[in-house]
C-alpha cells in the first residue's frame, strides 16, 4: 500500500505486464472502501490493477480536506491515475466520478476507456421522481445518523444488526464523507455532458436492480456516443460483493475496448501511411 496525495492506495503489478499497458484503475461507492473489490480482483490477477480508499473513507479517513463537489473527487482520481493510460470502473458513486473524469477537459488526459456500474444521477428528472426530488433535498442531519440510514437504505436493517458495534462505529465514522460528497451531486444542473465522450464507454446494470438504477443505466447508454451496455444476471446494486464472476467480465470488457479503440487507431494510422505519397 502507498500514499497518494493522503490516499490509500494498493496496486497489484503482474510478473509479466507489458509495460505501457493501461492501468486498471476501480473506484468504490458511498459508505464503501476499496477491499469490497476483493472478491473481484482476486479474478483479475493478471491484470495491473490499482485501488484506493477515497478520501475521508476507512484508511483515508484522516486526508482532508474532504471534497465538497465532483470536481474534488476527479481530481483525486486523476491523481491516483498519475498520467499513466488507464481504464477506469467505478461502482456506484465511483462511476459517476469516473464519468465525470473521462470528461474532464485536458490536453494530458490518459483514460482510455471508462465504465460505470450502477452510477447515480440525481439531476435526472427520472432519478428524482423516485419518491422525493433528490435535486433539492440535502443531507442535514448529523454524519452519524445519516451514514446509518443510507446503509440501511441500501443493505437494509438486517445488515446493519448483523454488525459488530466496532463496525457500525467504522460506518458512522465515514459519515462526513458521505454526506459531502451526495450533497455535492444533489443538484439541478448536470456536472458534465455524456453526450461529449469521446472514448469507449461501458455501463452495467444488474438484472435485479431496482428500477430507478437501471433506468438510469439505460438513460447513459442512449446518450453516451460509443457506449455499450452489460447487463449481470441476478445481480443488484451490490454486484461486486454477490457476484464478482459477472463484475470482474465487467472489468475486463472495458479493457477489451481499449484495446479495441487501440487496434483500430493502429490500423488507421498505417493505412493513412500506405496512402501517403
Do not use: C
Request: proline content about 8%; charged content about 25%.
Amino acid at each position: 500500500m502507498e500514499h497518494v496525495s493522503g490516499l490509500a492506495v494498493t496496486e497489484h503489478v503482474p510478473s509479466e505486464w507489458p509495460p505501457g499497458d493501461p492501468v486498471v484503475v476501480l473506484v468504490h461507492g458511498t459508505l464503501d472502501r476499496s477491499t469490497s473489490f476483493a472478491r473481484v480482483l482476486r479474478r483479475l490477477d493478471d491484470l495491473h490493477t490499482v485501488v484506493y480508499d477515497r478520501r475521508g473513507y476507512h484508511r483515508s479517513r484522516d486526508a482532508v480536506p474532504l471534497p465538497t463537489t465532483i470536481d474534488g473527487q476527479i481530481d483525486d482520481l486523476l491523481g491516483v491515475i498519475g498520467g499513466r493510460p488507464a481504464v477506469v470502473i467505478g461502482h456506484s458513486y465511483g462511476g459517476t466520478i469516473a464519468i465525470g473524469a473521462a470528461l474532464r477537459r485536458s490536453p494530458t488526459s490518459t483514460i482510455v476507456s471508462v465504465a460505470g456500474y450502477e452510477p447515480p444521477l440525481p439531476w435526472l428528472p427520472l432519478w428524482a421522481g423516485r419518491g422525493g426530488s433528490a435535486r433539492s433535498q440535502k443531507l442535514r442531519d448529523d454524519p452519524d445518523t445519516e451514514a446509518e440510514r443510507f446503509f440501511r437504505r441500501v443493505a437494509g436493517d438486517g445488515a446493519w444488526d448483523r454488525l459488530s458495534e466496532s463496525a457500525q462505529a467504522e460506518r458512522r465514522a465515514d459519515g462526513p464523507a458521505l454526506v459531502a460528497e451526495l450533497n455535492a451531486i444533489r443538484v439541478s444542473d448536470p456536472p458534465f455532458d455524456v453526450t461529449s465522450m469521446r472514448i469507449p464507454a461501458l455501463f452495467g446494470r444488474g438484472g435485479q436492480s431496482i428500477p430507478h438504477h437501471r433506468a438510469g443505466v439505460a438513460w447513459l447508454v442512449e446518450h453516451t456516443p460509443n457506449s455499450e451496455l452489460v447487463d449481470i444476471a441476478g445481480a443488484s446494486h451490490g454486484a461486486h460483493l454477490s457476484h464478482p464472476d459477472g463484475f470482474a467480465g465487467f472489468v475486463r470488457r472495458a479493457v477489451e475496448r481499449a484495446g479495441e479503440v487501440a487496434v483500430a487507431t493502429e490500423g488507421m494510422q498505417d493505412e493513412s501511411s500506405r496512402l501517403r505519397p
